[in-house]
């Protein structure tokens, strides 16, 4: 079945550490996005990718980096340099054209040890 | 400016009708979008509608767009127990490649 695969499903995070999300998608879209939920809250956009080797920084990019070396891979690294990292960080992905619809990865739940 | 605005809680019966609210902001909308969101899980796409579009019934599931009044509503008909989840109105604007999203709607249905 084609989908979108997130792991782990949770992670846990010491202080000065950075820690790589993997986001995979076997849908062949071309563009992948990062957003951060907070509980009571919509979802902000972090960072997104319309194509292989390209990508650009969403709302709250600050602290965080990601890579886009294959286009079913785009993983997101919370840097030491985040402060408040504890969320949900969902992944998303569409075709690149139009109002395609997002379809959303199970997320990860990002803890501070 | 972009702006997705949702009440936040909605209480109903098993078997009646629940009718979730969305205002947006932005003219430039193209497409608008419901998704739905059970307890440490993903987003689901429940449906879309394209902004020239007044209404979009897929089984028990009607969308209906104001564009005028920049107002969306989701309404589910014979609500069951397992609608229970938050509900989130997202907004495609032109231009901006992500989606806007409202804060949720907790949708709860009472046996």
């Known amino acids: 079945d084609g989908g979108i695969t997130q792991s782990p499903k949770y992670l846990f995070r010491k202080e000065g550490q950075n820690v790589t999300l993997s986001c995979e998608q076997n849908l062949n879209h071309d563009a992948m996005y990062w957003y951060r939920q907070d509980p009571g809250q919509g979802l902000r956009l972090i960072y997104y990718s319309q194509i292989v080797n390209d990508f650009q920084k969403g709302d709250i990019a600050e602290g965080y980096s990601v890579s886009r070396e294959k286009k079913e891979s785009f993983p997101l690294t919370v840097t030491s340099a985040q402060k408040n990292p504890t969320a949900f960080y969902l992944c998303?992905?569409?075709?690149?054209?139009?109002?395609?619809?997002?379809?959303f990865g199970d997320g990860t739940r990002l803890s501070i040890l | 400016g972009e702006d997705v605005e949702q009440s936040l809680f909605l209480s109903v019966r098993e078997g009646d009708s629940s009718v979730i609210n969305c205002t947006y902001t932005d003219s430039s909308s193209t497409y608008l979008y419901w998704y739905k969101q059970e307890p440490g899980a993903g987003l689901q796409l429940l449906t879309y509608?394209?902004?020239?579009?007044d209404m979009k019934q897929d089984q028990r599931l009607t969308v209906l767009l104001n564009k005028k009044d920049k107002h969306l509503s989701l309404r589910i008909a014979d609500t069951q127990t397992g609608d229970s989840a938050i509900y989130f109105c997202?907004?495609?604007?032109?231009?901006?490649?992500?989606?806007?999203f409202g804060s949720g709607t907790r949708l709860q249905v009472q046996p």
């Open positions: 997202a907004e495609k604007v032109t231009g901006r490649r992500a989606l806007t």
């Open positions: 509608i394209f902004s020239n579009m």
């Open positions: 998303a992905s569409s075709m690149a054209t139009g109002g395609q619809p997002q379809h």
